[in-house]
């Protein structure tokens, strides 16, 4: 009886030690497998889950994969772009596949265009060496200064015209005029380093200026003009075009 009752407690510890033990195994398995539960649902979702797939997004033609023809213009090829980027924003691949498109067709038309002008460029050159001598002598007389310098002249001599209509009611251009023909000359001079030539070349851009606007002012409709307008008027603005154009584009 008494080895009974000294073993009973240590079956009794021994069991209850193992059912502890097993309910605290049990506690510990809990978490994992809340853990273990998660992570399965996150990575058996498919990828992009409901969001909508470019259906040509392996398409090599940047064309056809945009959807449109080899001859569409630049503004097609924006509305297709950005048609698709706002349907399939979401799918990250589909966004780069159309930018890819839209990138490649823009380079291309970009090289396009610098061939274009370096074919005109070439082809422009080639005329002028096959042209007579007279041709080309004349043609050495004429430059294409930078645009900064052609927009810096064309505002001076469009100061002078808008001056001359403004003042037409009161006085005649013929001030303005002395003025632009002494500007031309200054431009000329600083051009070439001659007075002598500088003076020659504004002199002829002041007569055929005058020349141009006594032949074509008569043929300009009476309705067109004001009764301010005079014909010493209008001739001065054919002046400044002729002016501007010499010492512009001559030298």
């Not at 055929?208 to 010493?232: N, R």
Request: proline share 5%.
């Amino acid at each position: 009886m008494a080895a009974t009752l000294i073993l009973k407690p240590s079956l009794s510890s021994a069991f209850l030690g193992q059912k502890l033990s097993s309910r605290g195994n049990s506690k510990r398995s809990e978490p994992s497998r809340l853990f273990s539960k998660g992570t399965k649902c996150a990575t058996d979702t498919a990828y992009g889950g409901n969001i909508p797939k470019f259906s040509r997004l392996n398409v090599w033609d940047p064309y056809k994969r945009l959807g449109i023809s080899r001859d569409a213009s630049e503004e097609e090829v924006w509305s297709s772009r950005n048609f698709l980027l706002n349907q399939y924003a979401n799918h990250e691949r589909s966004a780069e596949s159309i930018e890819a498109a839209f990138e490649k067709i823009l380079m291309k038309s970009f090289i396009n265009r610098k061939k274009t002008k370096i074919n005109l460029k070439t082809r422009l050159k080639k005329q002028v060496e096959e042209s007579p001598p007279w041709v080309q002598n004349l043609l050495s007389f004429v430059e294409l200064p930078p645009p900064v310098i052609i927009l810096r002249r064309l505002f001076l001599f469009g100061f002078m015209a808008c001056w001359s209509v403004m003042n037409s009611a009161e006085a005649g251009p013929a001030f303005q005029v002395a003025i632009s023909f002494g500007a031309c000359v200054y431009f000329l001079n600083d051009k070439t380093k001659s007075l002598g030539r500088a003076a020659l070349i504004g002199f002829g851009g002041l007569v055929a200026g005058w020349f141009c606007g006594s032949l074509l002012v008569p043929m300009i409709p009476s309705f067109l003009l004001q009764q301010t307008w005079s014909l010493e008027l209008l001739t001065s603005l054919f002046i400044y075009v002729s002016l501007f154009l010499s010492c512009t584009f001559l030298k």
